[in-house]
Structures are given as C-alpha cells and as structure tokens.
Nanobody, 126 residues
Framework: QLQASGGGLVQPGGSLRLSCATS????????ILWFRQAPGKEREAVSC?????????YYSVSVKGRFTISRDNAGDMVYLQMNSLKPDDTAVYYC????????????????????WGQGTQVTVSS
C-alpha cells in the first residue's frame, strides 16, 4: 500500500527526491510520515505531513531547512525533496501511513503509523 522509491548514491551537497506511491486508502484523510533507519541505529522520524484539510508539516532538527515534504492527493503520492545531503543522511528511507484517519496534526511517534512498505536506500558519499 506504500512504496518508497527514488533513492540512490549521491555526493555530499547533492539532492534527491524520494517518492511514496500509495494505494488502497484515501490519501487525503491520513497523515504520512517519512522515517529512516541507518545500520545499527534506531529508526528516526524525519518529516511528516498532516491530512489535507490541515496541511501542516514538521521536520526533525537534523533535516529542517534541507528537506521538504509534499503531497499530491490526486496522484496518491507523497514526496520528500532532500537537498544539501550529508553523509549522516545515509539510511533506508520509509514512508508510513497513520493508523487513524484525521489525526491532526501529524506526529513523529512511529507507533501511531501502521503501514509502511519497502524502503529506498539513500547513500551520501564522495
């Protein structure tokens, strides 16, 4: 129901745009979270976007000012534009759907999200 894509190998300072294709639910009604997991590290929420009627988005301190989350409800897509990438951004990135409809604003509590698909690998290295 969610599939992240768009990862790859990029040099420090570069950019990537991750895509999250959704299906099987009405995207408008659910918060969406991007989180990441690097080898040997805990999962880290990096950005979330609230349901369409709310529209608020949030970013972790580590990515604020560099990443931008957006949604295209007509296309059932959510995006994460990542600029000024750093080696510390290296991880597998996942998109996740909130367990409950209309739960605003979105939260970084990964336990409140119930579905995520295979992630996409982002590697930042020279």
């Amino acid at each position: 129901q969610l599939q992240a894509s768009g990862g790859g190998l990029v040099q420090p300072g570069g950019s990537l745009r991750l895509s999250c294709a959704t299906s099987g639910f009405t995207l408008d009604y659910y918060n969406i979270l991007w989180f990441r997991q690097a080898p040997g590290k805990e999962r880290e929420a990096v950005s979330c976007i609230s349901v369409s009627s709310d529209g608020r988005s949030y970013y972790s301190v580590s990515v604020k000012g560099r990443f931008t989350i957006s949604r295209d409800n007509a296309g059932d897509m959510v995006y994460l534009q990542m600029n000024s990438l750093k080696p510390d951004d290296t991880a597998v990135y996942y998109c996740a759907k909130a367990a409950r409809m209309y739960e605003t604003p979105c939260t970084f509590d990964i336990g409140r999200y119930d579905v995520w698909g295979q992630g996409t690998q982002v590697t930042v290295s020279s």
